[in-house]
DNA sequence: TTTATATATTGCAATAATACGATAGATATC
DNA sequence: GATATCTATCGTATTATTGCAATATATAAA
């Protein structure tokens, strides 16, 4: 084998596949907490922020940005590049619908423990 | 190269990696959507549920294991497997963070260019 | 037009991930 | 104990990812 059998899995199971497959290397979470903290752009900076060569960030926000979590700008020579929120709030959205069924759950299991206890 | 150079980031990119990468493949968020819907937990009807053979549907459940976003507990032959709540809170704090200093971003650029305006 | 600067692409090597058949291990049932 | 059932592991083939040197591309400055 060797491929993965993606054609099977309903669409959002895709989306959120990909967008935590782009966030699954610590060089990429280390661009989207970088590109949090400045106010305008800069590609090349990431380049000197990270222990990584030029074209090995380039790959990465390549990745970034197929997944749809980051865009980019041209301005003259540079590029700059920003997080797209609706990407983000997928991901928020998805793992915020997970917590609270998992709260949910707790309560039912709570409250079917106490029932038995009671009887 | 290959091996990825994961000892320059901080634990806290490393721990969002590492979780993001376990879901970065959709028979993996399949079986985490899986056991949202069952009260109790069945390994075995997850390898029913999924598209994939018995040793595979073992690889993805171990990895989620490792990453620390599912635990099992053994009753009997079968093996009873569940989310692990802090997991999923850690991701979702994270992405939480993200959007909300996305928010706080637009606004001060949205202030910004009021200010430029009324100049 | 030449030169400098910034980013992307190519090509390659090393490693990791995906998938499954075959098989092992462990517990229940007969 | 023999058999059935459930899950994990091994071995292996295929594909994907990671990383970088070298090079290409594209714009700005001289």
Redesign the pocket.
């Known amino acids: ?6 054609e099977h899995f309903s669409e959002k199971q895709k989306t959120i596949a990909t967008l935590a ?1 782009a966030l ?5 979470v280390s661009i989207i907490d970088y590109l949090l903290t400045v106010d305008y ?7 000197n922020e ?14 970034l ?1 197929n997944a749809g979590l980051i865009s ?1 700008n ?8 920003y997080i797209d929120d609706k990407a983000i709030d997928k991901l928020k959205n998805y793992f915020t619908e997970i917590a609270s069924k998992l709260e949910q759950k707790k309560t039912i299991i709570e409250a079917t423990n106490n029932n038995i206890r009671n009887k």
């Open positions: 084998m060797g491929a993965s059998k993606t497959k699954g290397h610590p060089a990429r752009c800069i590609c090349g900076d990431i380049v990270l222990p990584l060569a030029q074209p090995t960030v380039s790959q990465h926000l390549k990745e940005k980019g041209i301005e003259g020579t540079a590029i700059c590049y």
